[in-house]
Structure formats: C-alpha cells, structure tokens
C-alpha cells in the first residue's frame, strides 16, 4: 500500500493513521475450478490502521495479468481497527466445492486461477491504465500476482485452484513490495464477523467503542443564527462552502452507517432552498429518527466517487460535526409529494458545468431535485420503469406514470433525442430496504430522504408499502412461416462454459420458445471456452456446442455454427473472456456458404463468384486491423443461402457507452465520449455495405447486432445513409427498446435491412431479459421475418369421406387443395372419377389457416321443379313430394331431375 492519505468518504482529507490503513488482505481465483476447495472467488480487505474506515464510494477492482479492462464491485460500510470485509466473486461449475463465508459485498468479477492484477480504489468508474495502476492516485492498495504487469515493487506468488495469495501477519504486513508481503498459501476467507486482531495488538478481539454525543458547545444549546436552508443556498454549491456553522437545528429524519440525515421543521419561502442536509460522523451517530438536535460542523461539499467521479454533482453536508439532542420522539416533517417534476428537461441552462450557475431554475430536472437534496419526500402510486439491480435500487415514476412521457405498453419509459426523462426517481434501500421490482410492478407509498449519488437522484427509503405485482411476462413471438427467413440478434451476456446450465437453459428456452427457433441467430458476447480466466485460450468451440445442445434439449433444431476466433485479449470486453460474435444457423432451412480465408486479423472483402457478387472469405472478419476496433468486437459477414436467394449477413457488437458523462451529472449537456469510436465503426461498416450494394443493387443484406446506440444517433444513422432501414423504426414510438438502463427504455440493438428485403419484412423486439429483475441476458432478443421463398396459401381442412361437400367448397390432403366442382360425397379428390367432381388448386402450407367457403344459404321459399327453368345455388324446389337444395347454378333439363342428379341438387331433411 502507498503512503498517501485514504479519503473516507468525505470532502475532507483525513490525517493518514498509526498504520497503513485498509489494504488487499487475500486474492483467490480458483472458486469452482477443478479441484478447488471453495466454490467462489474472493478478494478480502483488512483494516490495518487503528481508526476506523468508512468504505462507501470505494470500489475492488480486478484486470487480467497485462489487461486494461478493469472490472468492479462497489463497496460499502464501516471496517473497524482489524476487522476483516469478505468480497465474494464469481462462482466456477465445481459446485461440490464448499461455499464461502457470509460475504460482506457480492461481486460477479472472475477472477484468474493463477495470475492478475486487484486493487482497492477510491471511486466507483472502472480504472483505464495497464502496467502504471500501482501509482495511480486514485488507487488506494494494489496487488499483482504471479505474472502481472504492474504491482507495488514485485508481484505475489502464482495462486492455483487450491491456494490464494495473502498478506502476512494477519493481514498486517505492508512492505510496499507484494512479493515480499504475501504468500502462497491455502485459501482462508474471512469476513467482518472473524475474530477482529488489530495490528501490533495482542489478537484479543478489538471492541467496536460505543458511540457517544459529543461535547455540546454551550451548557444549555440555544439553536444559532445559521438555518439549514441557509446553508443549502439556492444554487447548486452552498453559499457557506468551508465554513464553519453553530447549533443549526433540525429533527433527525434518517439515520445510517456514516452519518443522519436532519430537517429544519421551519421551511424559508424560497423553493430553491432545500430544508435538509447530510451529517457525516464517519462511523455509526448516536442519534435516533425523531431526536431534535442542534449540529455544530463545517460546511462541506462532497462528491461522489472521489478522484473518479469528477463528473458526478457535489452533496453538501455537515462535516466534523458536534451534536447536542434536545429532545426525542417527535414527528418528522412530512414528505415533500413527488409527481410535479421536469419530465423532459433536464438542464436547459448554459453549457458547461451546472454547478457554476448562480441560481437553480426549477423548470431543470437537476435544478428541482438539489432544492429538495437532503429532505423527506414521498412517492404515491410509484411505478417501476426499471427491474431492480443488483444493488437493489428500482427506477421509479410517480402517480403511476401519469404526467410521464412517452410510456411503454408494459410499464417503462421510452426515451427520445430530446428526452431522457428525468422524472426517474431511484429508489435504494435507507432505514428500510425495497422490494425487487420488475418495470410495471407499483407500491402504493415510498417515503425517504432524497439524496445523489453514481450520477443520479437517489431515494433513501425509510417507508415502503407492500409490492403491487404488474404480472409481467415475457413475450413470445410467433413462428416464421415456410416462405419466411427468421433472423434474430441476441447478446447473450459473456456466455462461456464457467455459466451454470441453468443459463444455457434459460438462453436455449428464449431462443425455442420465445423467438420460436430462428433460422439464423447472430450472437454478441460468446466467450472462450473457459471464460475470464486469461490463459491464452481463445476458442469458444465448448461454448457454442453448450448453447446448441441447450438448444436442442428444448426442442430445437440441430444448430450449426460459425464464427472467427480473436486475437487474445484484442476484442475488449471481461478480461480474459475474449468476447466475440457468431452465427447459428439451422440448416435444415439454411444453408452457409463456407469459403475459406477468414481469420482473425484478415480483412473480407466483395468480390465475385462468376456472375454473382460474393464474399472473399465467408465468413470474414470487416476491417480487424483498424484502430476504429482496438479493444473492441470486429464485425462478422457471413453468405447465407435460403429458398435459392442469397442473403448477407453482418453480425455486430461496437464499442460500449462506457465512459460517457451521466445523464444527470455535473456537465450539461454530457459528452459522450464513447460515440468517437463508434462512429468509425460505423463508418466502417457502411463502406463495407455500399461496397457490395454498389457491385450488386439488388444484393440481399441485413446488419444486426449490438450497436450500443440509438436508433437516431449518428453511428446508426451512417448505416441508414447507405439506404438500410432500421427495422425497429417500424414500431411504434412506444415499443422501440431491446434494453432497460437505470428507468430508460431504449434502442442498443438492431436489425437492419436493405430495401428490398425491408419491403417484405415483419420486425419485433422480444421483452424476455431487460424489464425484470431475474435476468438471463441484460439485452432483450430481437427478430425479423424476411418474406424470400414463393408465397403459399394456406390448406383448408382435411377432406374426409362421410362429409358432403357442395360446389365451391374446399378441402385439402397433404400439403394440396381442391375445390369441388359440385355436390359430393366420398370421391377421393386423389383420384380422377369418371365425374371428376374435384378440382386441383394447387401446392399449400400447414402453417396458414385458411377461410372456407361457405356452402350456400337456402332460399326463404320453396317452388316446383320446371324443366327449363335457371336455378341458382341455395334454389329450393319439391320433386315427387321432397325437398332438395341447389348446389350448382344450372338449366334444368329433363334428365336433371332432383333425386337423379345428386351433383346439382342435395335432399332436405
């Protein structure tokens, strides 16, 4: 660990302690491989310093051993002197190995058996270095084992599936040099319920002292001059910043691990004037809801994620404080009701930082959310418009969405290019903690503390009413007919063979059962074949052939594939993953066209097969060698054949939003970094596009995939220029959305097709993952069905021999209709009669179900039969006493008598 000041979620620098402070203790990533003894990777923290340490806003993250691509788990909690804090990662498929200790935080990081790079860092964004992290100053301890690139002086031993890295002495040893601090030894998780040790102690147990009020200013506290909405001010920063204030009064509204929130009972007539504020005590306050109190402190404004979170907005609080209880028990200040916010603006002020503006104006979402920061406020009729995370923050919109804009048919919130809807409100856990919620799902009354936090407007919630279920279900599509190509785009969310069955299963279902088993399926995210463990393996061959079996053990069809391995950590995504696209396809309807030359580093190009234009490699890789895919997925073509015609397909997977600015955060409007390389991207992908429709006009084409942007961004927008269209533009407005982002419904996926297969297709987006908080994949499942093949009627039904059938009326074997000529009964329609009462319509599909005729409506009166007279069908006339029916439109003649010419007329009951 570095010698450099630990910033315990507070504005203020603390005084670096006696030790070192909290560092990396223990490093396992064998959990669930072959021969492990614990089911789960870990890292575990240690607080070797003799204070104690507040974790919220920190952050473990893990890189592979020469990676750039961090991952992380957020943190949070106070460690006490020698107290352990376990973080359990990702499990492996050994499930007979034991499992770990009631861990202290959940991550799902998959951490190398063997050799890799952890470090504790004072923020929540993901780090963006390679071999300099060590000093970093955001890093707050760092660890490199076995063959890493980076680590503090020389790394720590390799680890193995049976063995972990730790730090000596308990924990307590910290050289600055990891290989001379940790050892290679059996893995042994601890969390913050083991025995505490403290260092240079005696091991006996380090009590948690007992919190106490500090020293009142006066003998008697009157409250002072100072008001909480004097401190909030009516801009974004307060107006008393670094000062110090006395005996400001307030009831305590919401008390957690590091401070309590407290509200003036006595509101000021300005509604830009927040009434509460944040009181940070570092460790647990002595002070309970409802206790009027009188706090002494410094002015503060602190922001979130420290040194990483230079984008998010500040929270004032009072720091250093002083607290003196007048009273307790009494009643908290009502909530301020929700439900007249800004439902489209978010900042409609000058660009640049918001937090410089003089004033609030409450006609910004930002602006209305800092006037109530620190305050109750209630939420009636809350409806989700977000599943829950994993962190268990819900996305809510008040008065059950009425007075949002532009609403799904299922519950959410669609976004648009003007609107990213900062009615959202996320609802966390406070004094109380909420239930999962999937979109749609309501509670009748959420009341709780409004706070900021990750770039959004939070909820700390105190009161919660009971979950009102919206019975969400997934959708179902329906199944492409004979003549129609199914073509589908799913992001399956870093599938590899280290997945349980059960998500090969739960993927298999969607693909069976809700897409109705696509002819073609492009995939985003297969990993290797062992996953993020970074060990050179780049094949996904086992991952493929688990996703087909799963497939096939759901009752669909035999799968092939096709894909082009990476290049080893190349392609971005989890470290050591090796995230790629591919293609199944089922060739009992499809047939790929092998052509050999596509590798990884090669770039496909259009050329000709005789007089057809074709692919130079099928399939090939688009431009792998550009800078414009560095850390990112290359594009996949491929040469499909179905009903004769051929089809191209480009599967797609661009780089993500990661490091854009929030929607919410301190500069307005954000930058959105990540566009610049998708916009090369895309450019990329479109000359590839006008350099086959240029040789071939007519060339069928789809572009699919995960784009990571909207359907009016600028990236997709390149790829509409080439004359696609964007067949999720063929929604309506309201049903537009394959992916849920913090309350946001929005477009990432997409199927693209050139004109002449667009005029012939039926589009939909298949709600299966993104609205509910139990998740197979983060992205829902789209689908397109192309009408190519000849266009079949549908069969009637099934000719069957004790039936009668009038003239017009028709009946079907096999897959070939008849219509029958006249009255008839039991004349096979196979078989030529000497009446040949049957006439052969054609070919016909099972799948289309067809109108029959309907048999003519008898006449209202009855008349004599006359030689000579014109009947019509549904004519009624009496012969020798009976009735009969005309089923066929004729003359009569003298040998058509009814009862002797049963095909033109039929007897009455």
């Known amino acids: ?312 907005l500040t929270v004032t609080e009072l720091a250093s404080p002083q607290v003196s209880k007048l009273s307790s028990g009494n009643a908290l200040p009502p909530g301020v009701l929700l439900g007249t916010q800004p439902n489209k603006v978010i900042w409609q002020g000058a660009a640049g930082d918001v937090e410089t503006a003089a004033a609030l104006d409450l006609n910004n979402g930002l602006d209305f959310y800092e006037a109530l920061e620190g305050m109750r406020v209630e939420i009636a009729n809350a409806v989700a418009v977000g599943p829950s995370n994993s962190y268990g923050e819900t996305p809510l919109v008040a008065n059950a969405g009425i007075g949002a804009d532009v609403r799904t048919p299922r519950g959410g919130l669609i976004i648009r290019a003007d609107d990213f809807n900062p009615e959202r409100v996320i609802v966390e856990a406070g004094s109380v903690t909420p239930p999962r919620m999937n979109v749609g799902d309501g509670l009748a009354r959420v009341v709780g503390v409004l706070d900021y936090n990750f770039g959004n407007v939070m909820l700390r919630a105190s009161e919660v009413s009971p979950l009102v279920s919206g019975g969400l279900q997934q959708e179902v599509t329906r199944k492409q007919r004979t003549e129609e190509l199914a073509v589908a785009s799913f992001n399956v969310e870093n599938l590899s063979p280290r997945d349980d069955a059960a998500k090969f299963a739960r993927l298999a279902q969607q693909v069976v059962s809700n897409l109705q088993s696509p002819d073609i399926v492009g995939l985003m995210e297969m990993q290797d074949n062992n996953g993020a463990t970074d060990d050179g393996v780049v094949s996904a061959s086992e991952t493929f052939a688990r996703l087909i079996a799963a497939i096939s053990a759901a009752g669909g069809p035999a799968y092939s594939w096709r894909s082009i391995d990476p290049v080893n950590d190349q392609d971005g995504g989890e470290p050591g993953g090796n995230i790629r696209v591919g293609f199944l396809y089922n060739p009992a309807r499809v047939q790929f066209v ?44 491929g040469e499909f054949v179905f009903a004769g015609q051929t089809v191209f397909v480009i599967a797609n997977h661009w780089n993500s939003k990661g490091g854009d600015q929030p929607l919410s955060g301190r500069y307005q409007p954000p930058v959105r970094s990540s566009e610049v390389q998708r916009n090369q991207q895309a450019r990329l992908v479109a000359d590839f596009v006008t350099s086959l429709t240029s040789r071939d006009p007519q060339a069928r084409l789809i572009v699919l995939g995960d784009l990571n942007d909207f359907q009016f961004s600028d990236a997709v927008g390149k790829l509409k220029a080439t004359g696609l269209v964007d067949l999720i533009e063929t929604l309506p407005e309201n049903e537009r959305y394959t992916y849920v982002f913090e309350g946001n419904s929005q477009v990432l996926d997409h199927i693209l097709a050139s004109a002449n297969l667009a005029a012939r297709a039926e589009y939909d987006a298949v709600h299966t993952n993104s609205e509910f908080a139990d998740q197979t994949s983060d992205h829902d499942p789209e689908v397109a069905r192309f009408a190519i093949g000849p266009v079949l009627p549908g069969c009637f039904a099934n000719w069957t021999a004790g039936v009668a059938y009038t003239a017009g009326q028709r009946a079907s074997i096999g897959t070939v209709n008849y219509e029958a000529k006249w009255w008839t009964q039991g004349e096979n329609p196979q078989q030529s009669g000497q009446w040949e009462v049957w006439k052969k319509l054609g070919t016909c599909t099972t799948e289309v179900a067809q109108q029959q005729v309907s048999p003519p409506q008898p006449a209202t009166t009855v008349t004599d039969w006359i030689v000579g007279n014109a009947y019509a069908l549904g004519d009624r006339v009496r012969y020798n006493g009976l009735t009969y029916l005309c089923t066929v439109a004729h003359t009569a003649q003298g040998d058509w008598q009814p009862g002797v010419a049963p095909s033109l007329w039929q007897q009455q009951q």
């Not at 919220?56 to 990676?67: H, I």
């Not at 504020?277 to 420290?306: H, I």
């Not at 057809?612 to 290359?634: T, Y």
């Open 1 to 312: 660990m570095k010698l450099k000041p630990l910033v315990l979620a507070c504005a203020c620098a603390l005084a670096l302690p006696t030790y070192a402070g909290v560092v990396i203790s223990q490093v396992y990533g064998g959990g669930g491989n072959s021969g492990a003894t614990l089911r789960n990777d870990f890292i575990e923290l240690f607080n070797a310093g003799d204070t104690a340490a507040v974790l919220d806003g920190l952050s473990v993250q893990y890189a592979s051993s020469t990676g750039t691509s961090w991952q992380r788990t957020p943190i949070a909690g106070v460690l006490q002197p020698g107290q352990y804090y376990l973080v359990q990662q990702a499990a492996g498929a050994n499930t007979a190995a034991a499992a770990l200790p009631t861990p202290d935080a959940i991550g799902t990081l998959a951490l190398s058996g063997t050799t890799g790079k952890v470090a504790l860092v004072n923020g929540a964004n993901a780090l963006a270095c390679g071999a300099s992290c060590a000093s970093d100053l955001s890093v707050l301890d760092f660890v490199g084992f076995g063959t890493a690139n980076d680590s503090e002086t020389a790394p720590a031993p390799v680890i193995s599936n049976t063995t972990a890295a730790l730090r000596a002495q308990g924990g307590c040893s910290d050289t600055n040099n990891n290989s001379a601090d940790f050892t290679a030894g059996a893995p042994l998780p601890r969390n913050s319920t083991t025995q505490a040790s403290a260092c240079g102690g005696t091991g006996n147990p380090t009590p948690t002292p007992t919190p106490t009020p500090s020293p009142t200013p006066t003998p008697n506290p009157t409250p002072g001059s100072v008001r909480i909405h004097d401190i909030q001010g009516s801009a974004h920063r307060s107006p008393l910043d670094g000062q110090s204030v006395a005996n400001v009064p307030g009831i305590v509204t919401l008390v957690v691990s590091n401070g309590f929130y407290f509200q003036d009972e006595v509101a000021d007539n300005d509604p830009r004037t927040s009434e509460g504020v944040f009181v940070f005590t570092s460790s647990a306050p002595a002070v309970a809801v409802g206790d009027k109190v009188l706090v002494s402190g410094k002015v503060s404004e602190f922001r979130p994620g420290g040194s990483s979170g230079t984008n998010n």
């Open 594 to 637: 092998d052509r050999a030359g596509g590798t990884a580093t090669s770039a496909v190009a259009v050329t000709s097969c005789g007089n057809a234009v074709c692919l130079s490699a099928s399939p090939g890789r688009i431009q792998p060698a550009d800078a414009a895919f560095n850390s990112s997925r290359k594009p996949l073509v």
